[in-house]
């Protein structure tokens, strides 16, 4: 198993971030990208959106979407039950929507510092799922890196 190679000479040592549980999977993402964890929402359901578009939620003063990245990596999504949870990503991609969407997330996220200590190691799948960046084993447990530019760009053409 390799390490990750990032050539990026703004890389720090360590990378705060928080492992995800969804259904059936875990996901990996950067503290950098979270701006809430919500613990309880309330959905506005769209059937006439993609079926990896929940619908939209309130939150804070905006109204943004809820995605299930289940869906978009091809599986089926996860039911919305009256304690759904959201993880809030701040946007990457300025493009004059909403700087915010949610992901439903079925648990609350675990804290984890990453750093250069070979405990992230990069699993190399024949294919990678849409929507994924890269997989990855972590403190032994198994986790996706979203392709958070692709998930906004999908966004951005539904919208």
């Given at each position: ?91 990457i991609l ?54 958070l530019d ?10």
């Amino acid at each position: 198993m390799s390490k990750p190679v990032v050539d990026n000479p703004l890389l720090l040592d360590e990378v705060d971030s928080v492992l995800v549980p969804l259904s059936g999977h875990r996901l990996l993402v950067p503290m950098a990208a979270v701006a809430e964890i919500v613990q309880q929402v309330d959905c506005q359901r769209d059937d006439q959106q993609p079926p990896w578009l929940h619908g939209w939620i309130n939150w804070r003063t905006e109204r943004i979407p809820l995605l299930s990245f289940e869906s978009l990596v091809g599986h089926e999504r996860a039911a919305l039950g009256d304690r759904a949870m959201a993880l809030v990503l701040y946007r990457i991609l300025p493009d004059g929507l909403s700087q915010f969407y949610a992901l439903q997330i079925q648990n609350f996220p675990h804290l984890i510092r990453l750093a250069d200590d070979g405990l992230l190691k990069q699993v190399s799948p024949p294919e990678l799922p849409p929507c994924v960046l890269m997989m990855v084993t972590v403190r032994e447990q198994q986790a996706l890196i979203p392709d958070l530019d692709k998930i906004e760009l999908l966004l951005t053409e539904v919208l």
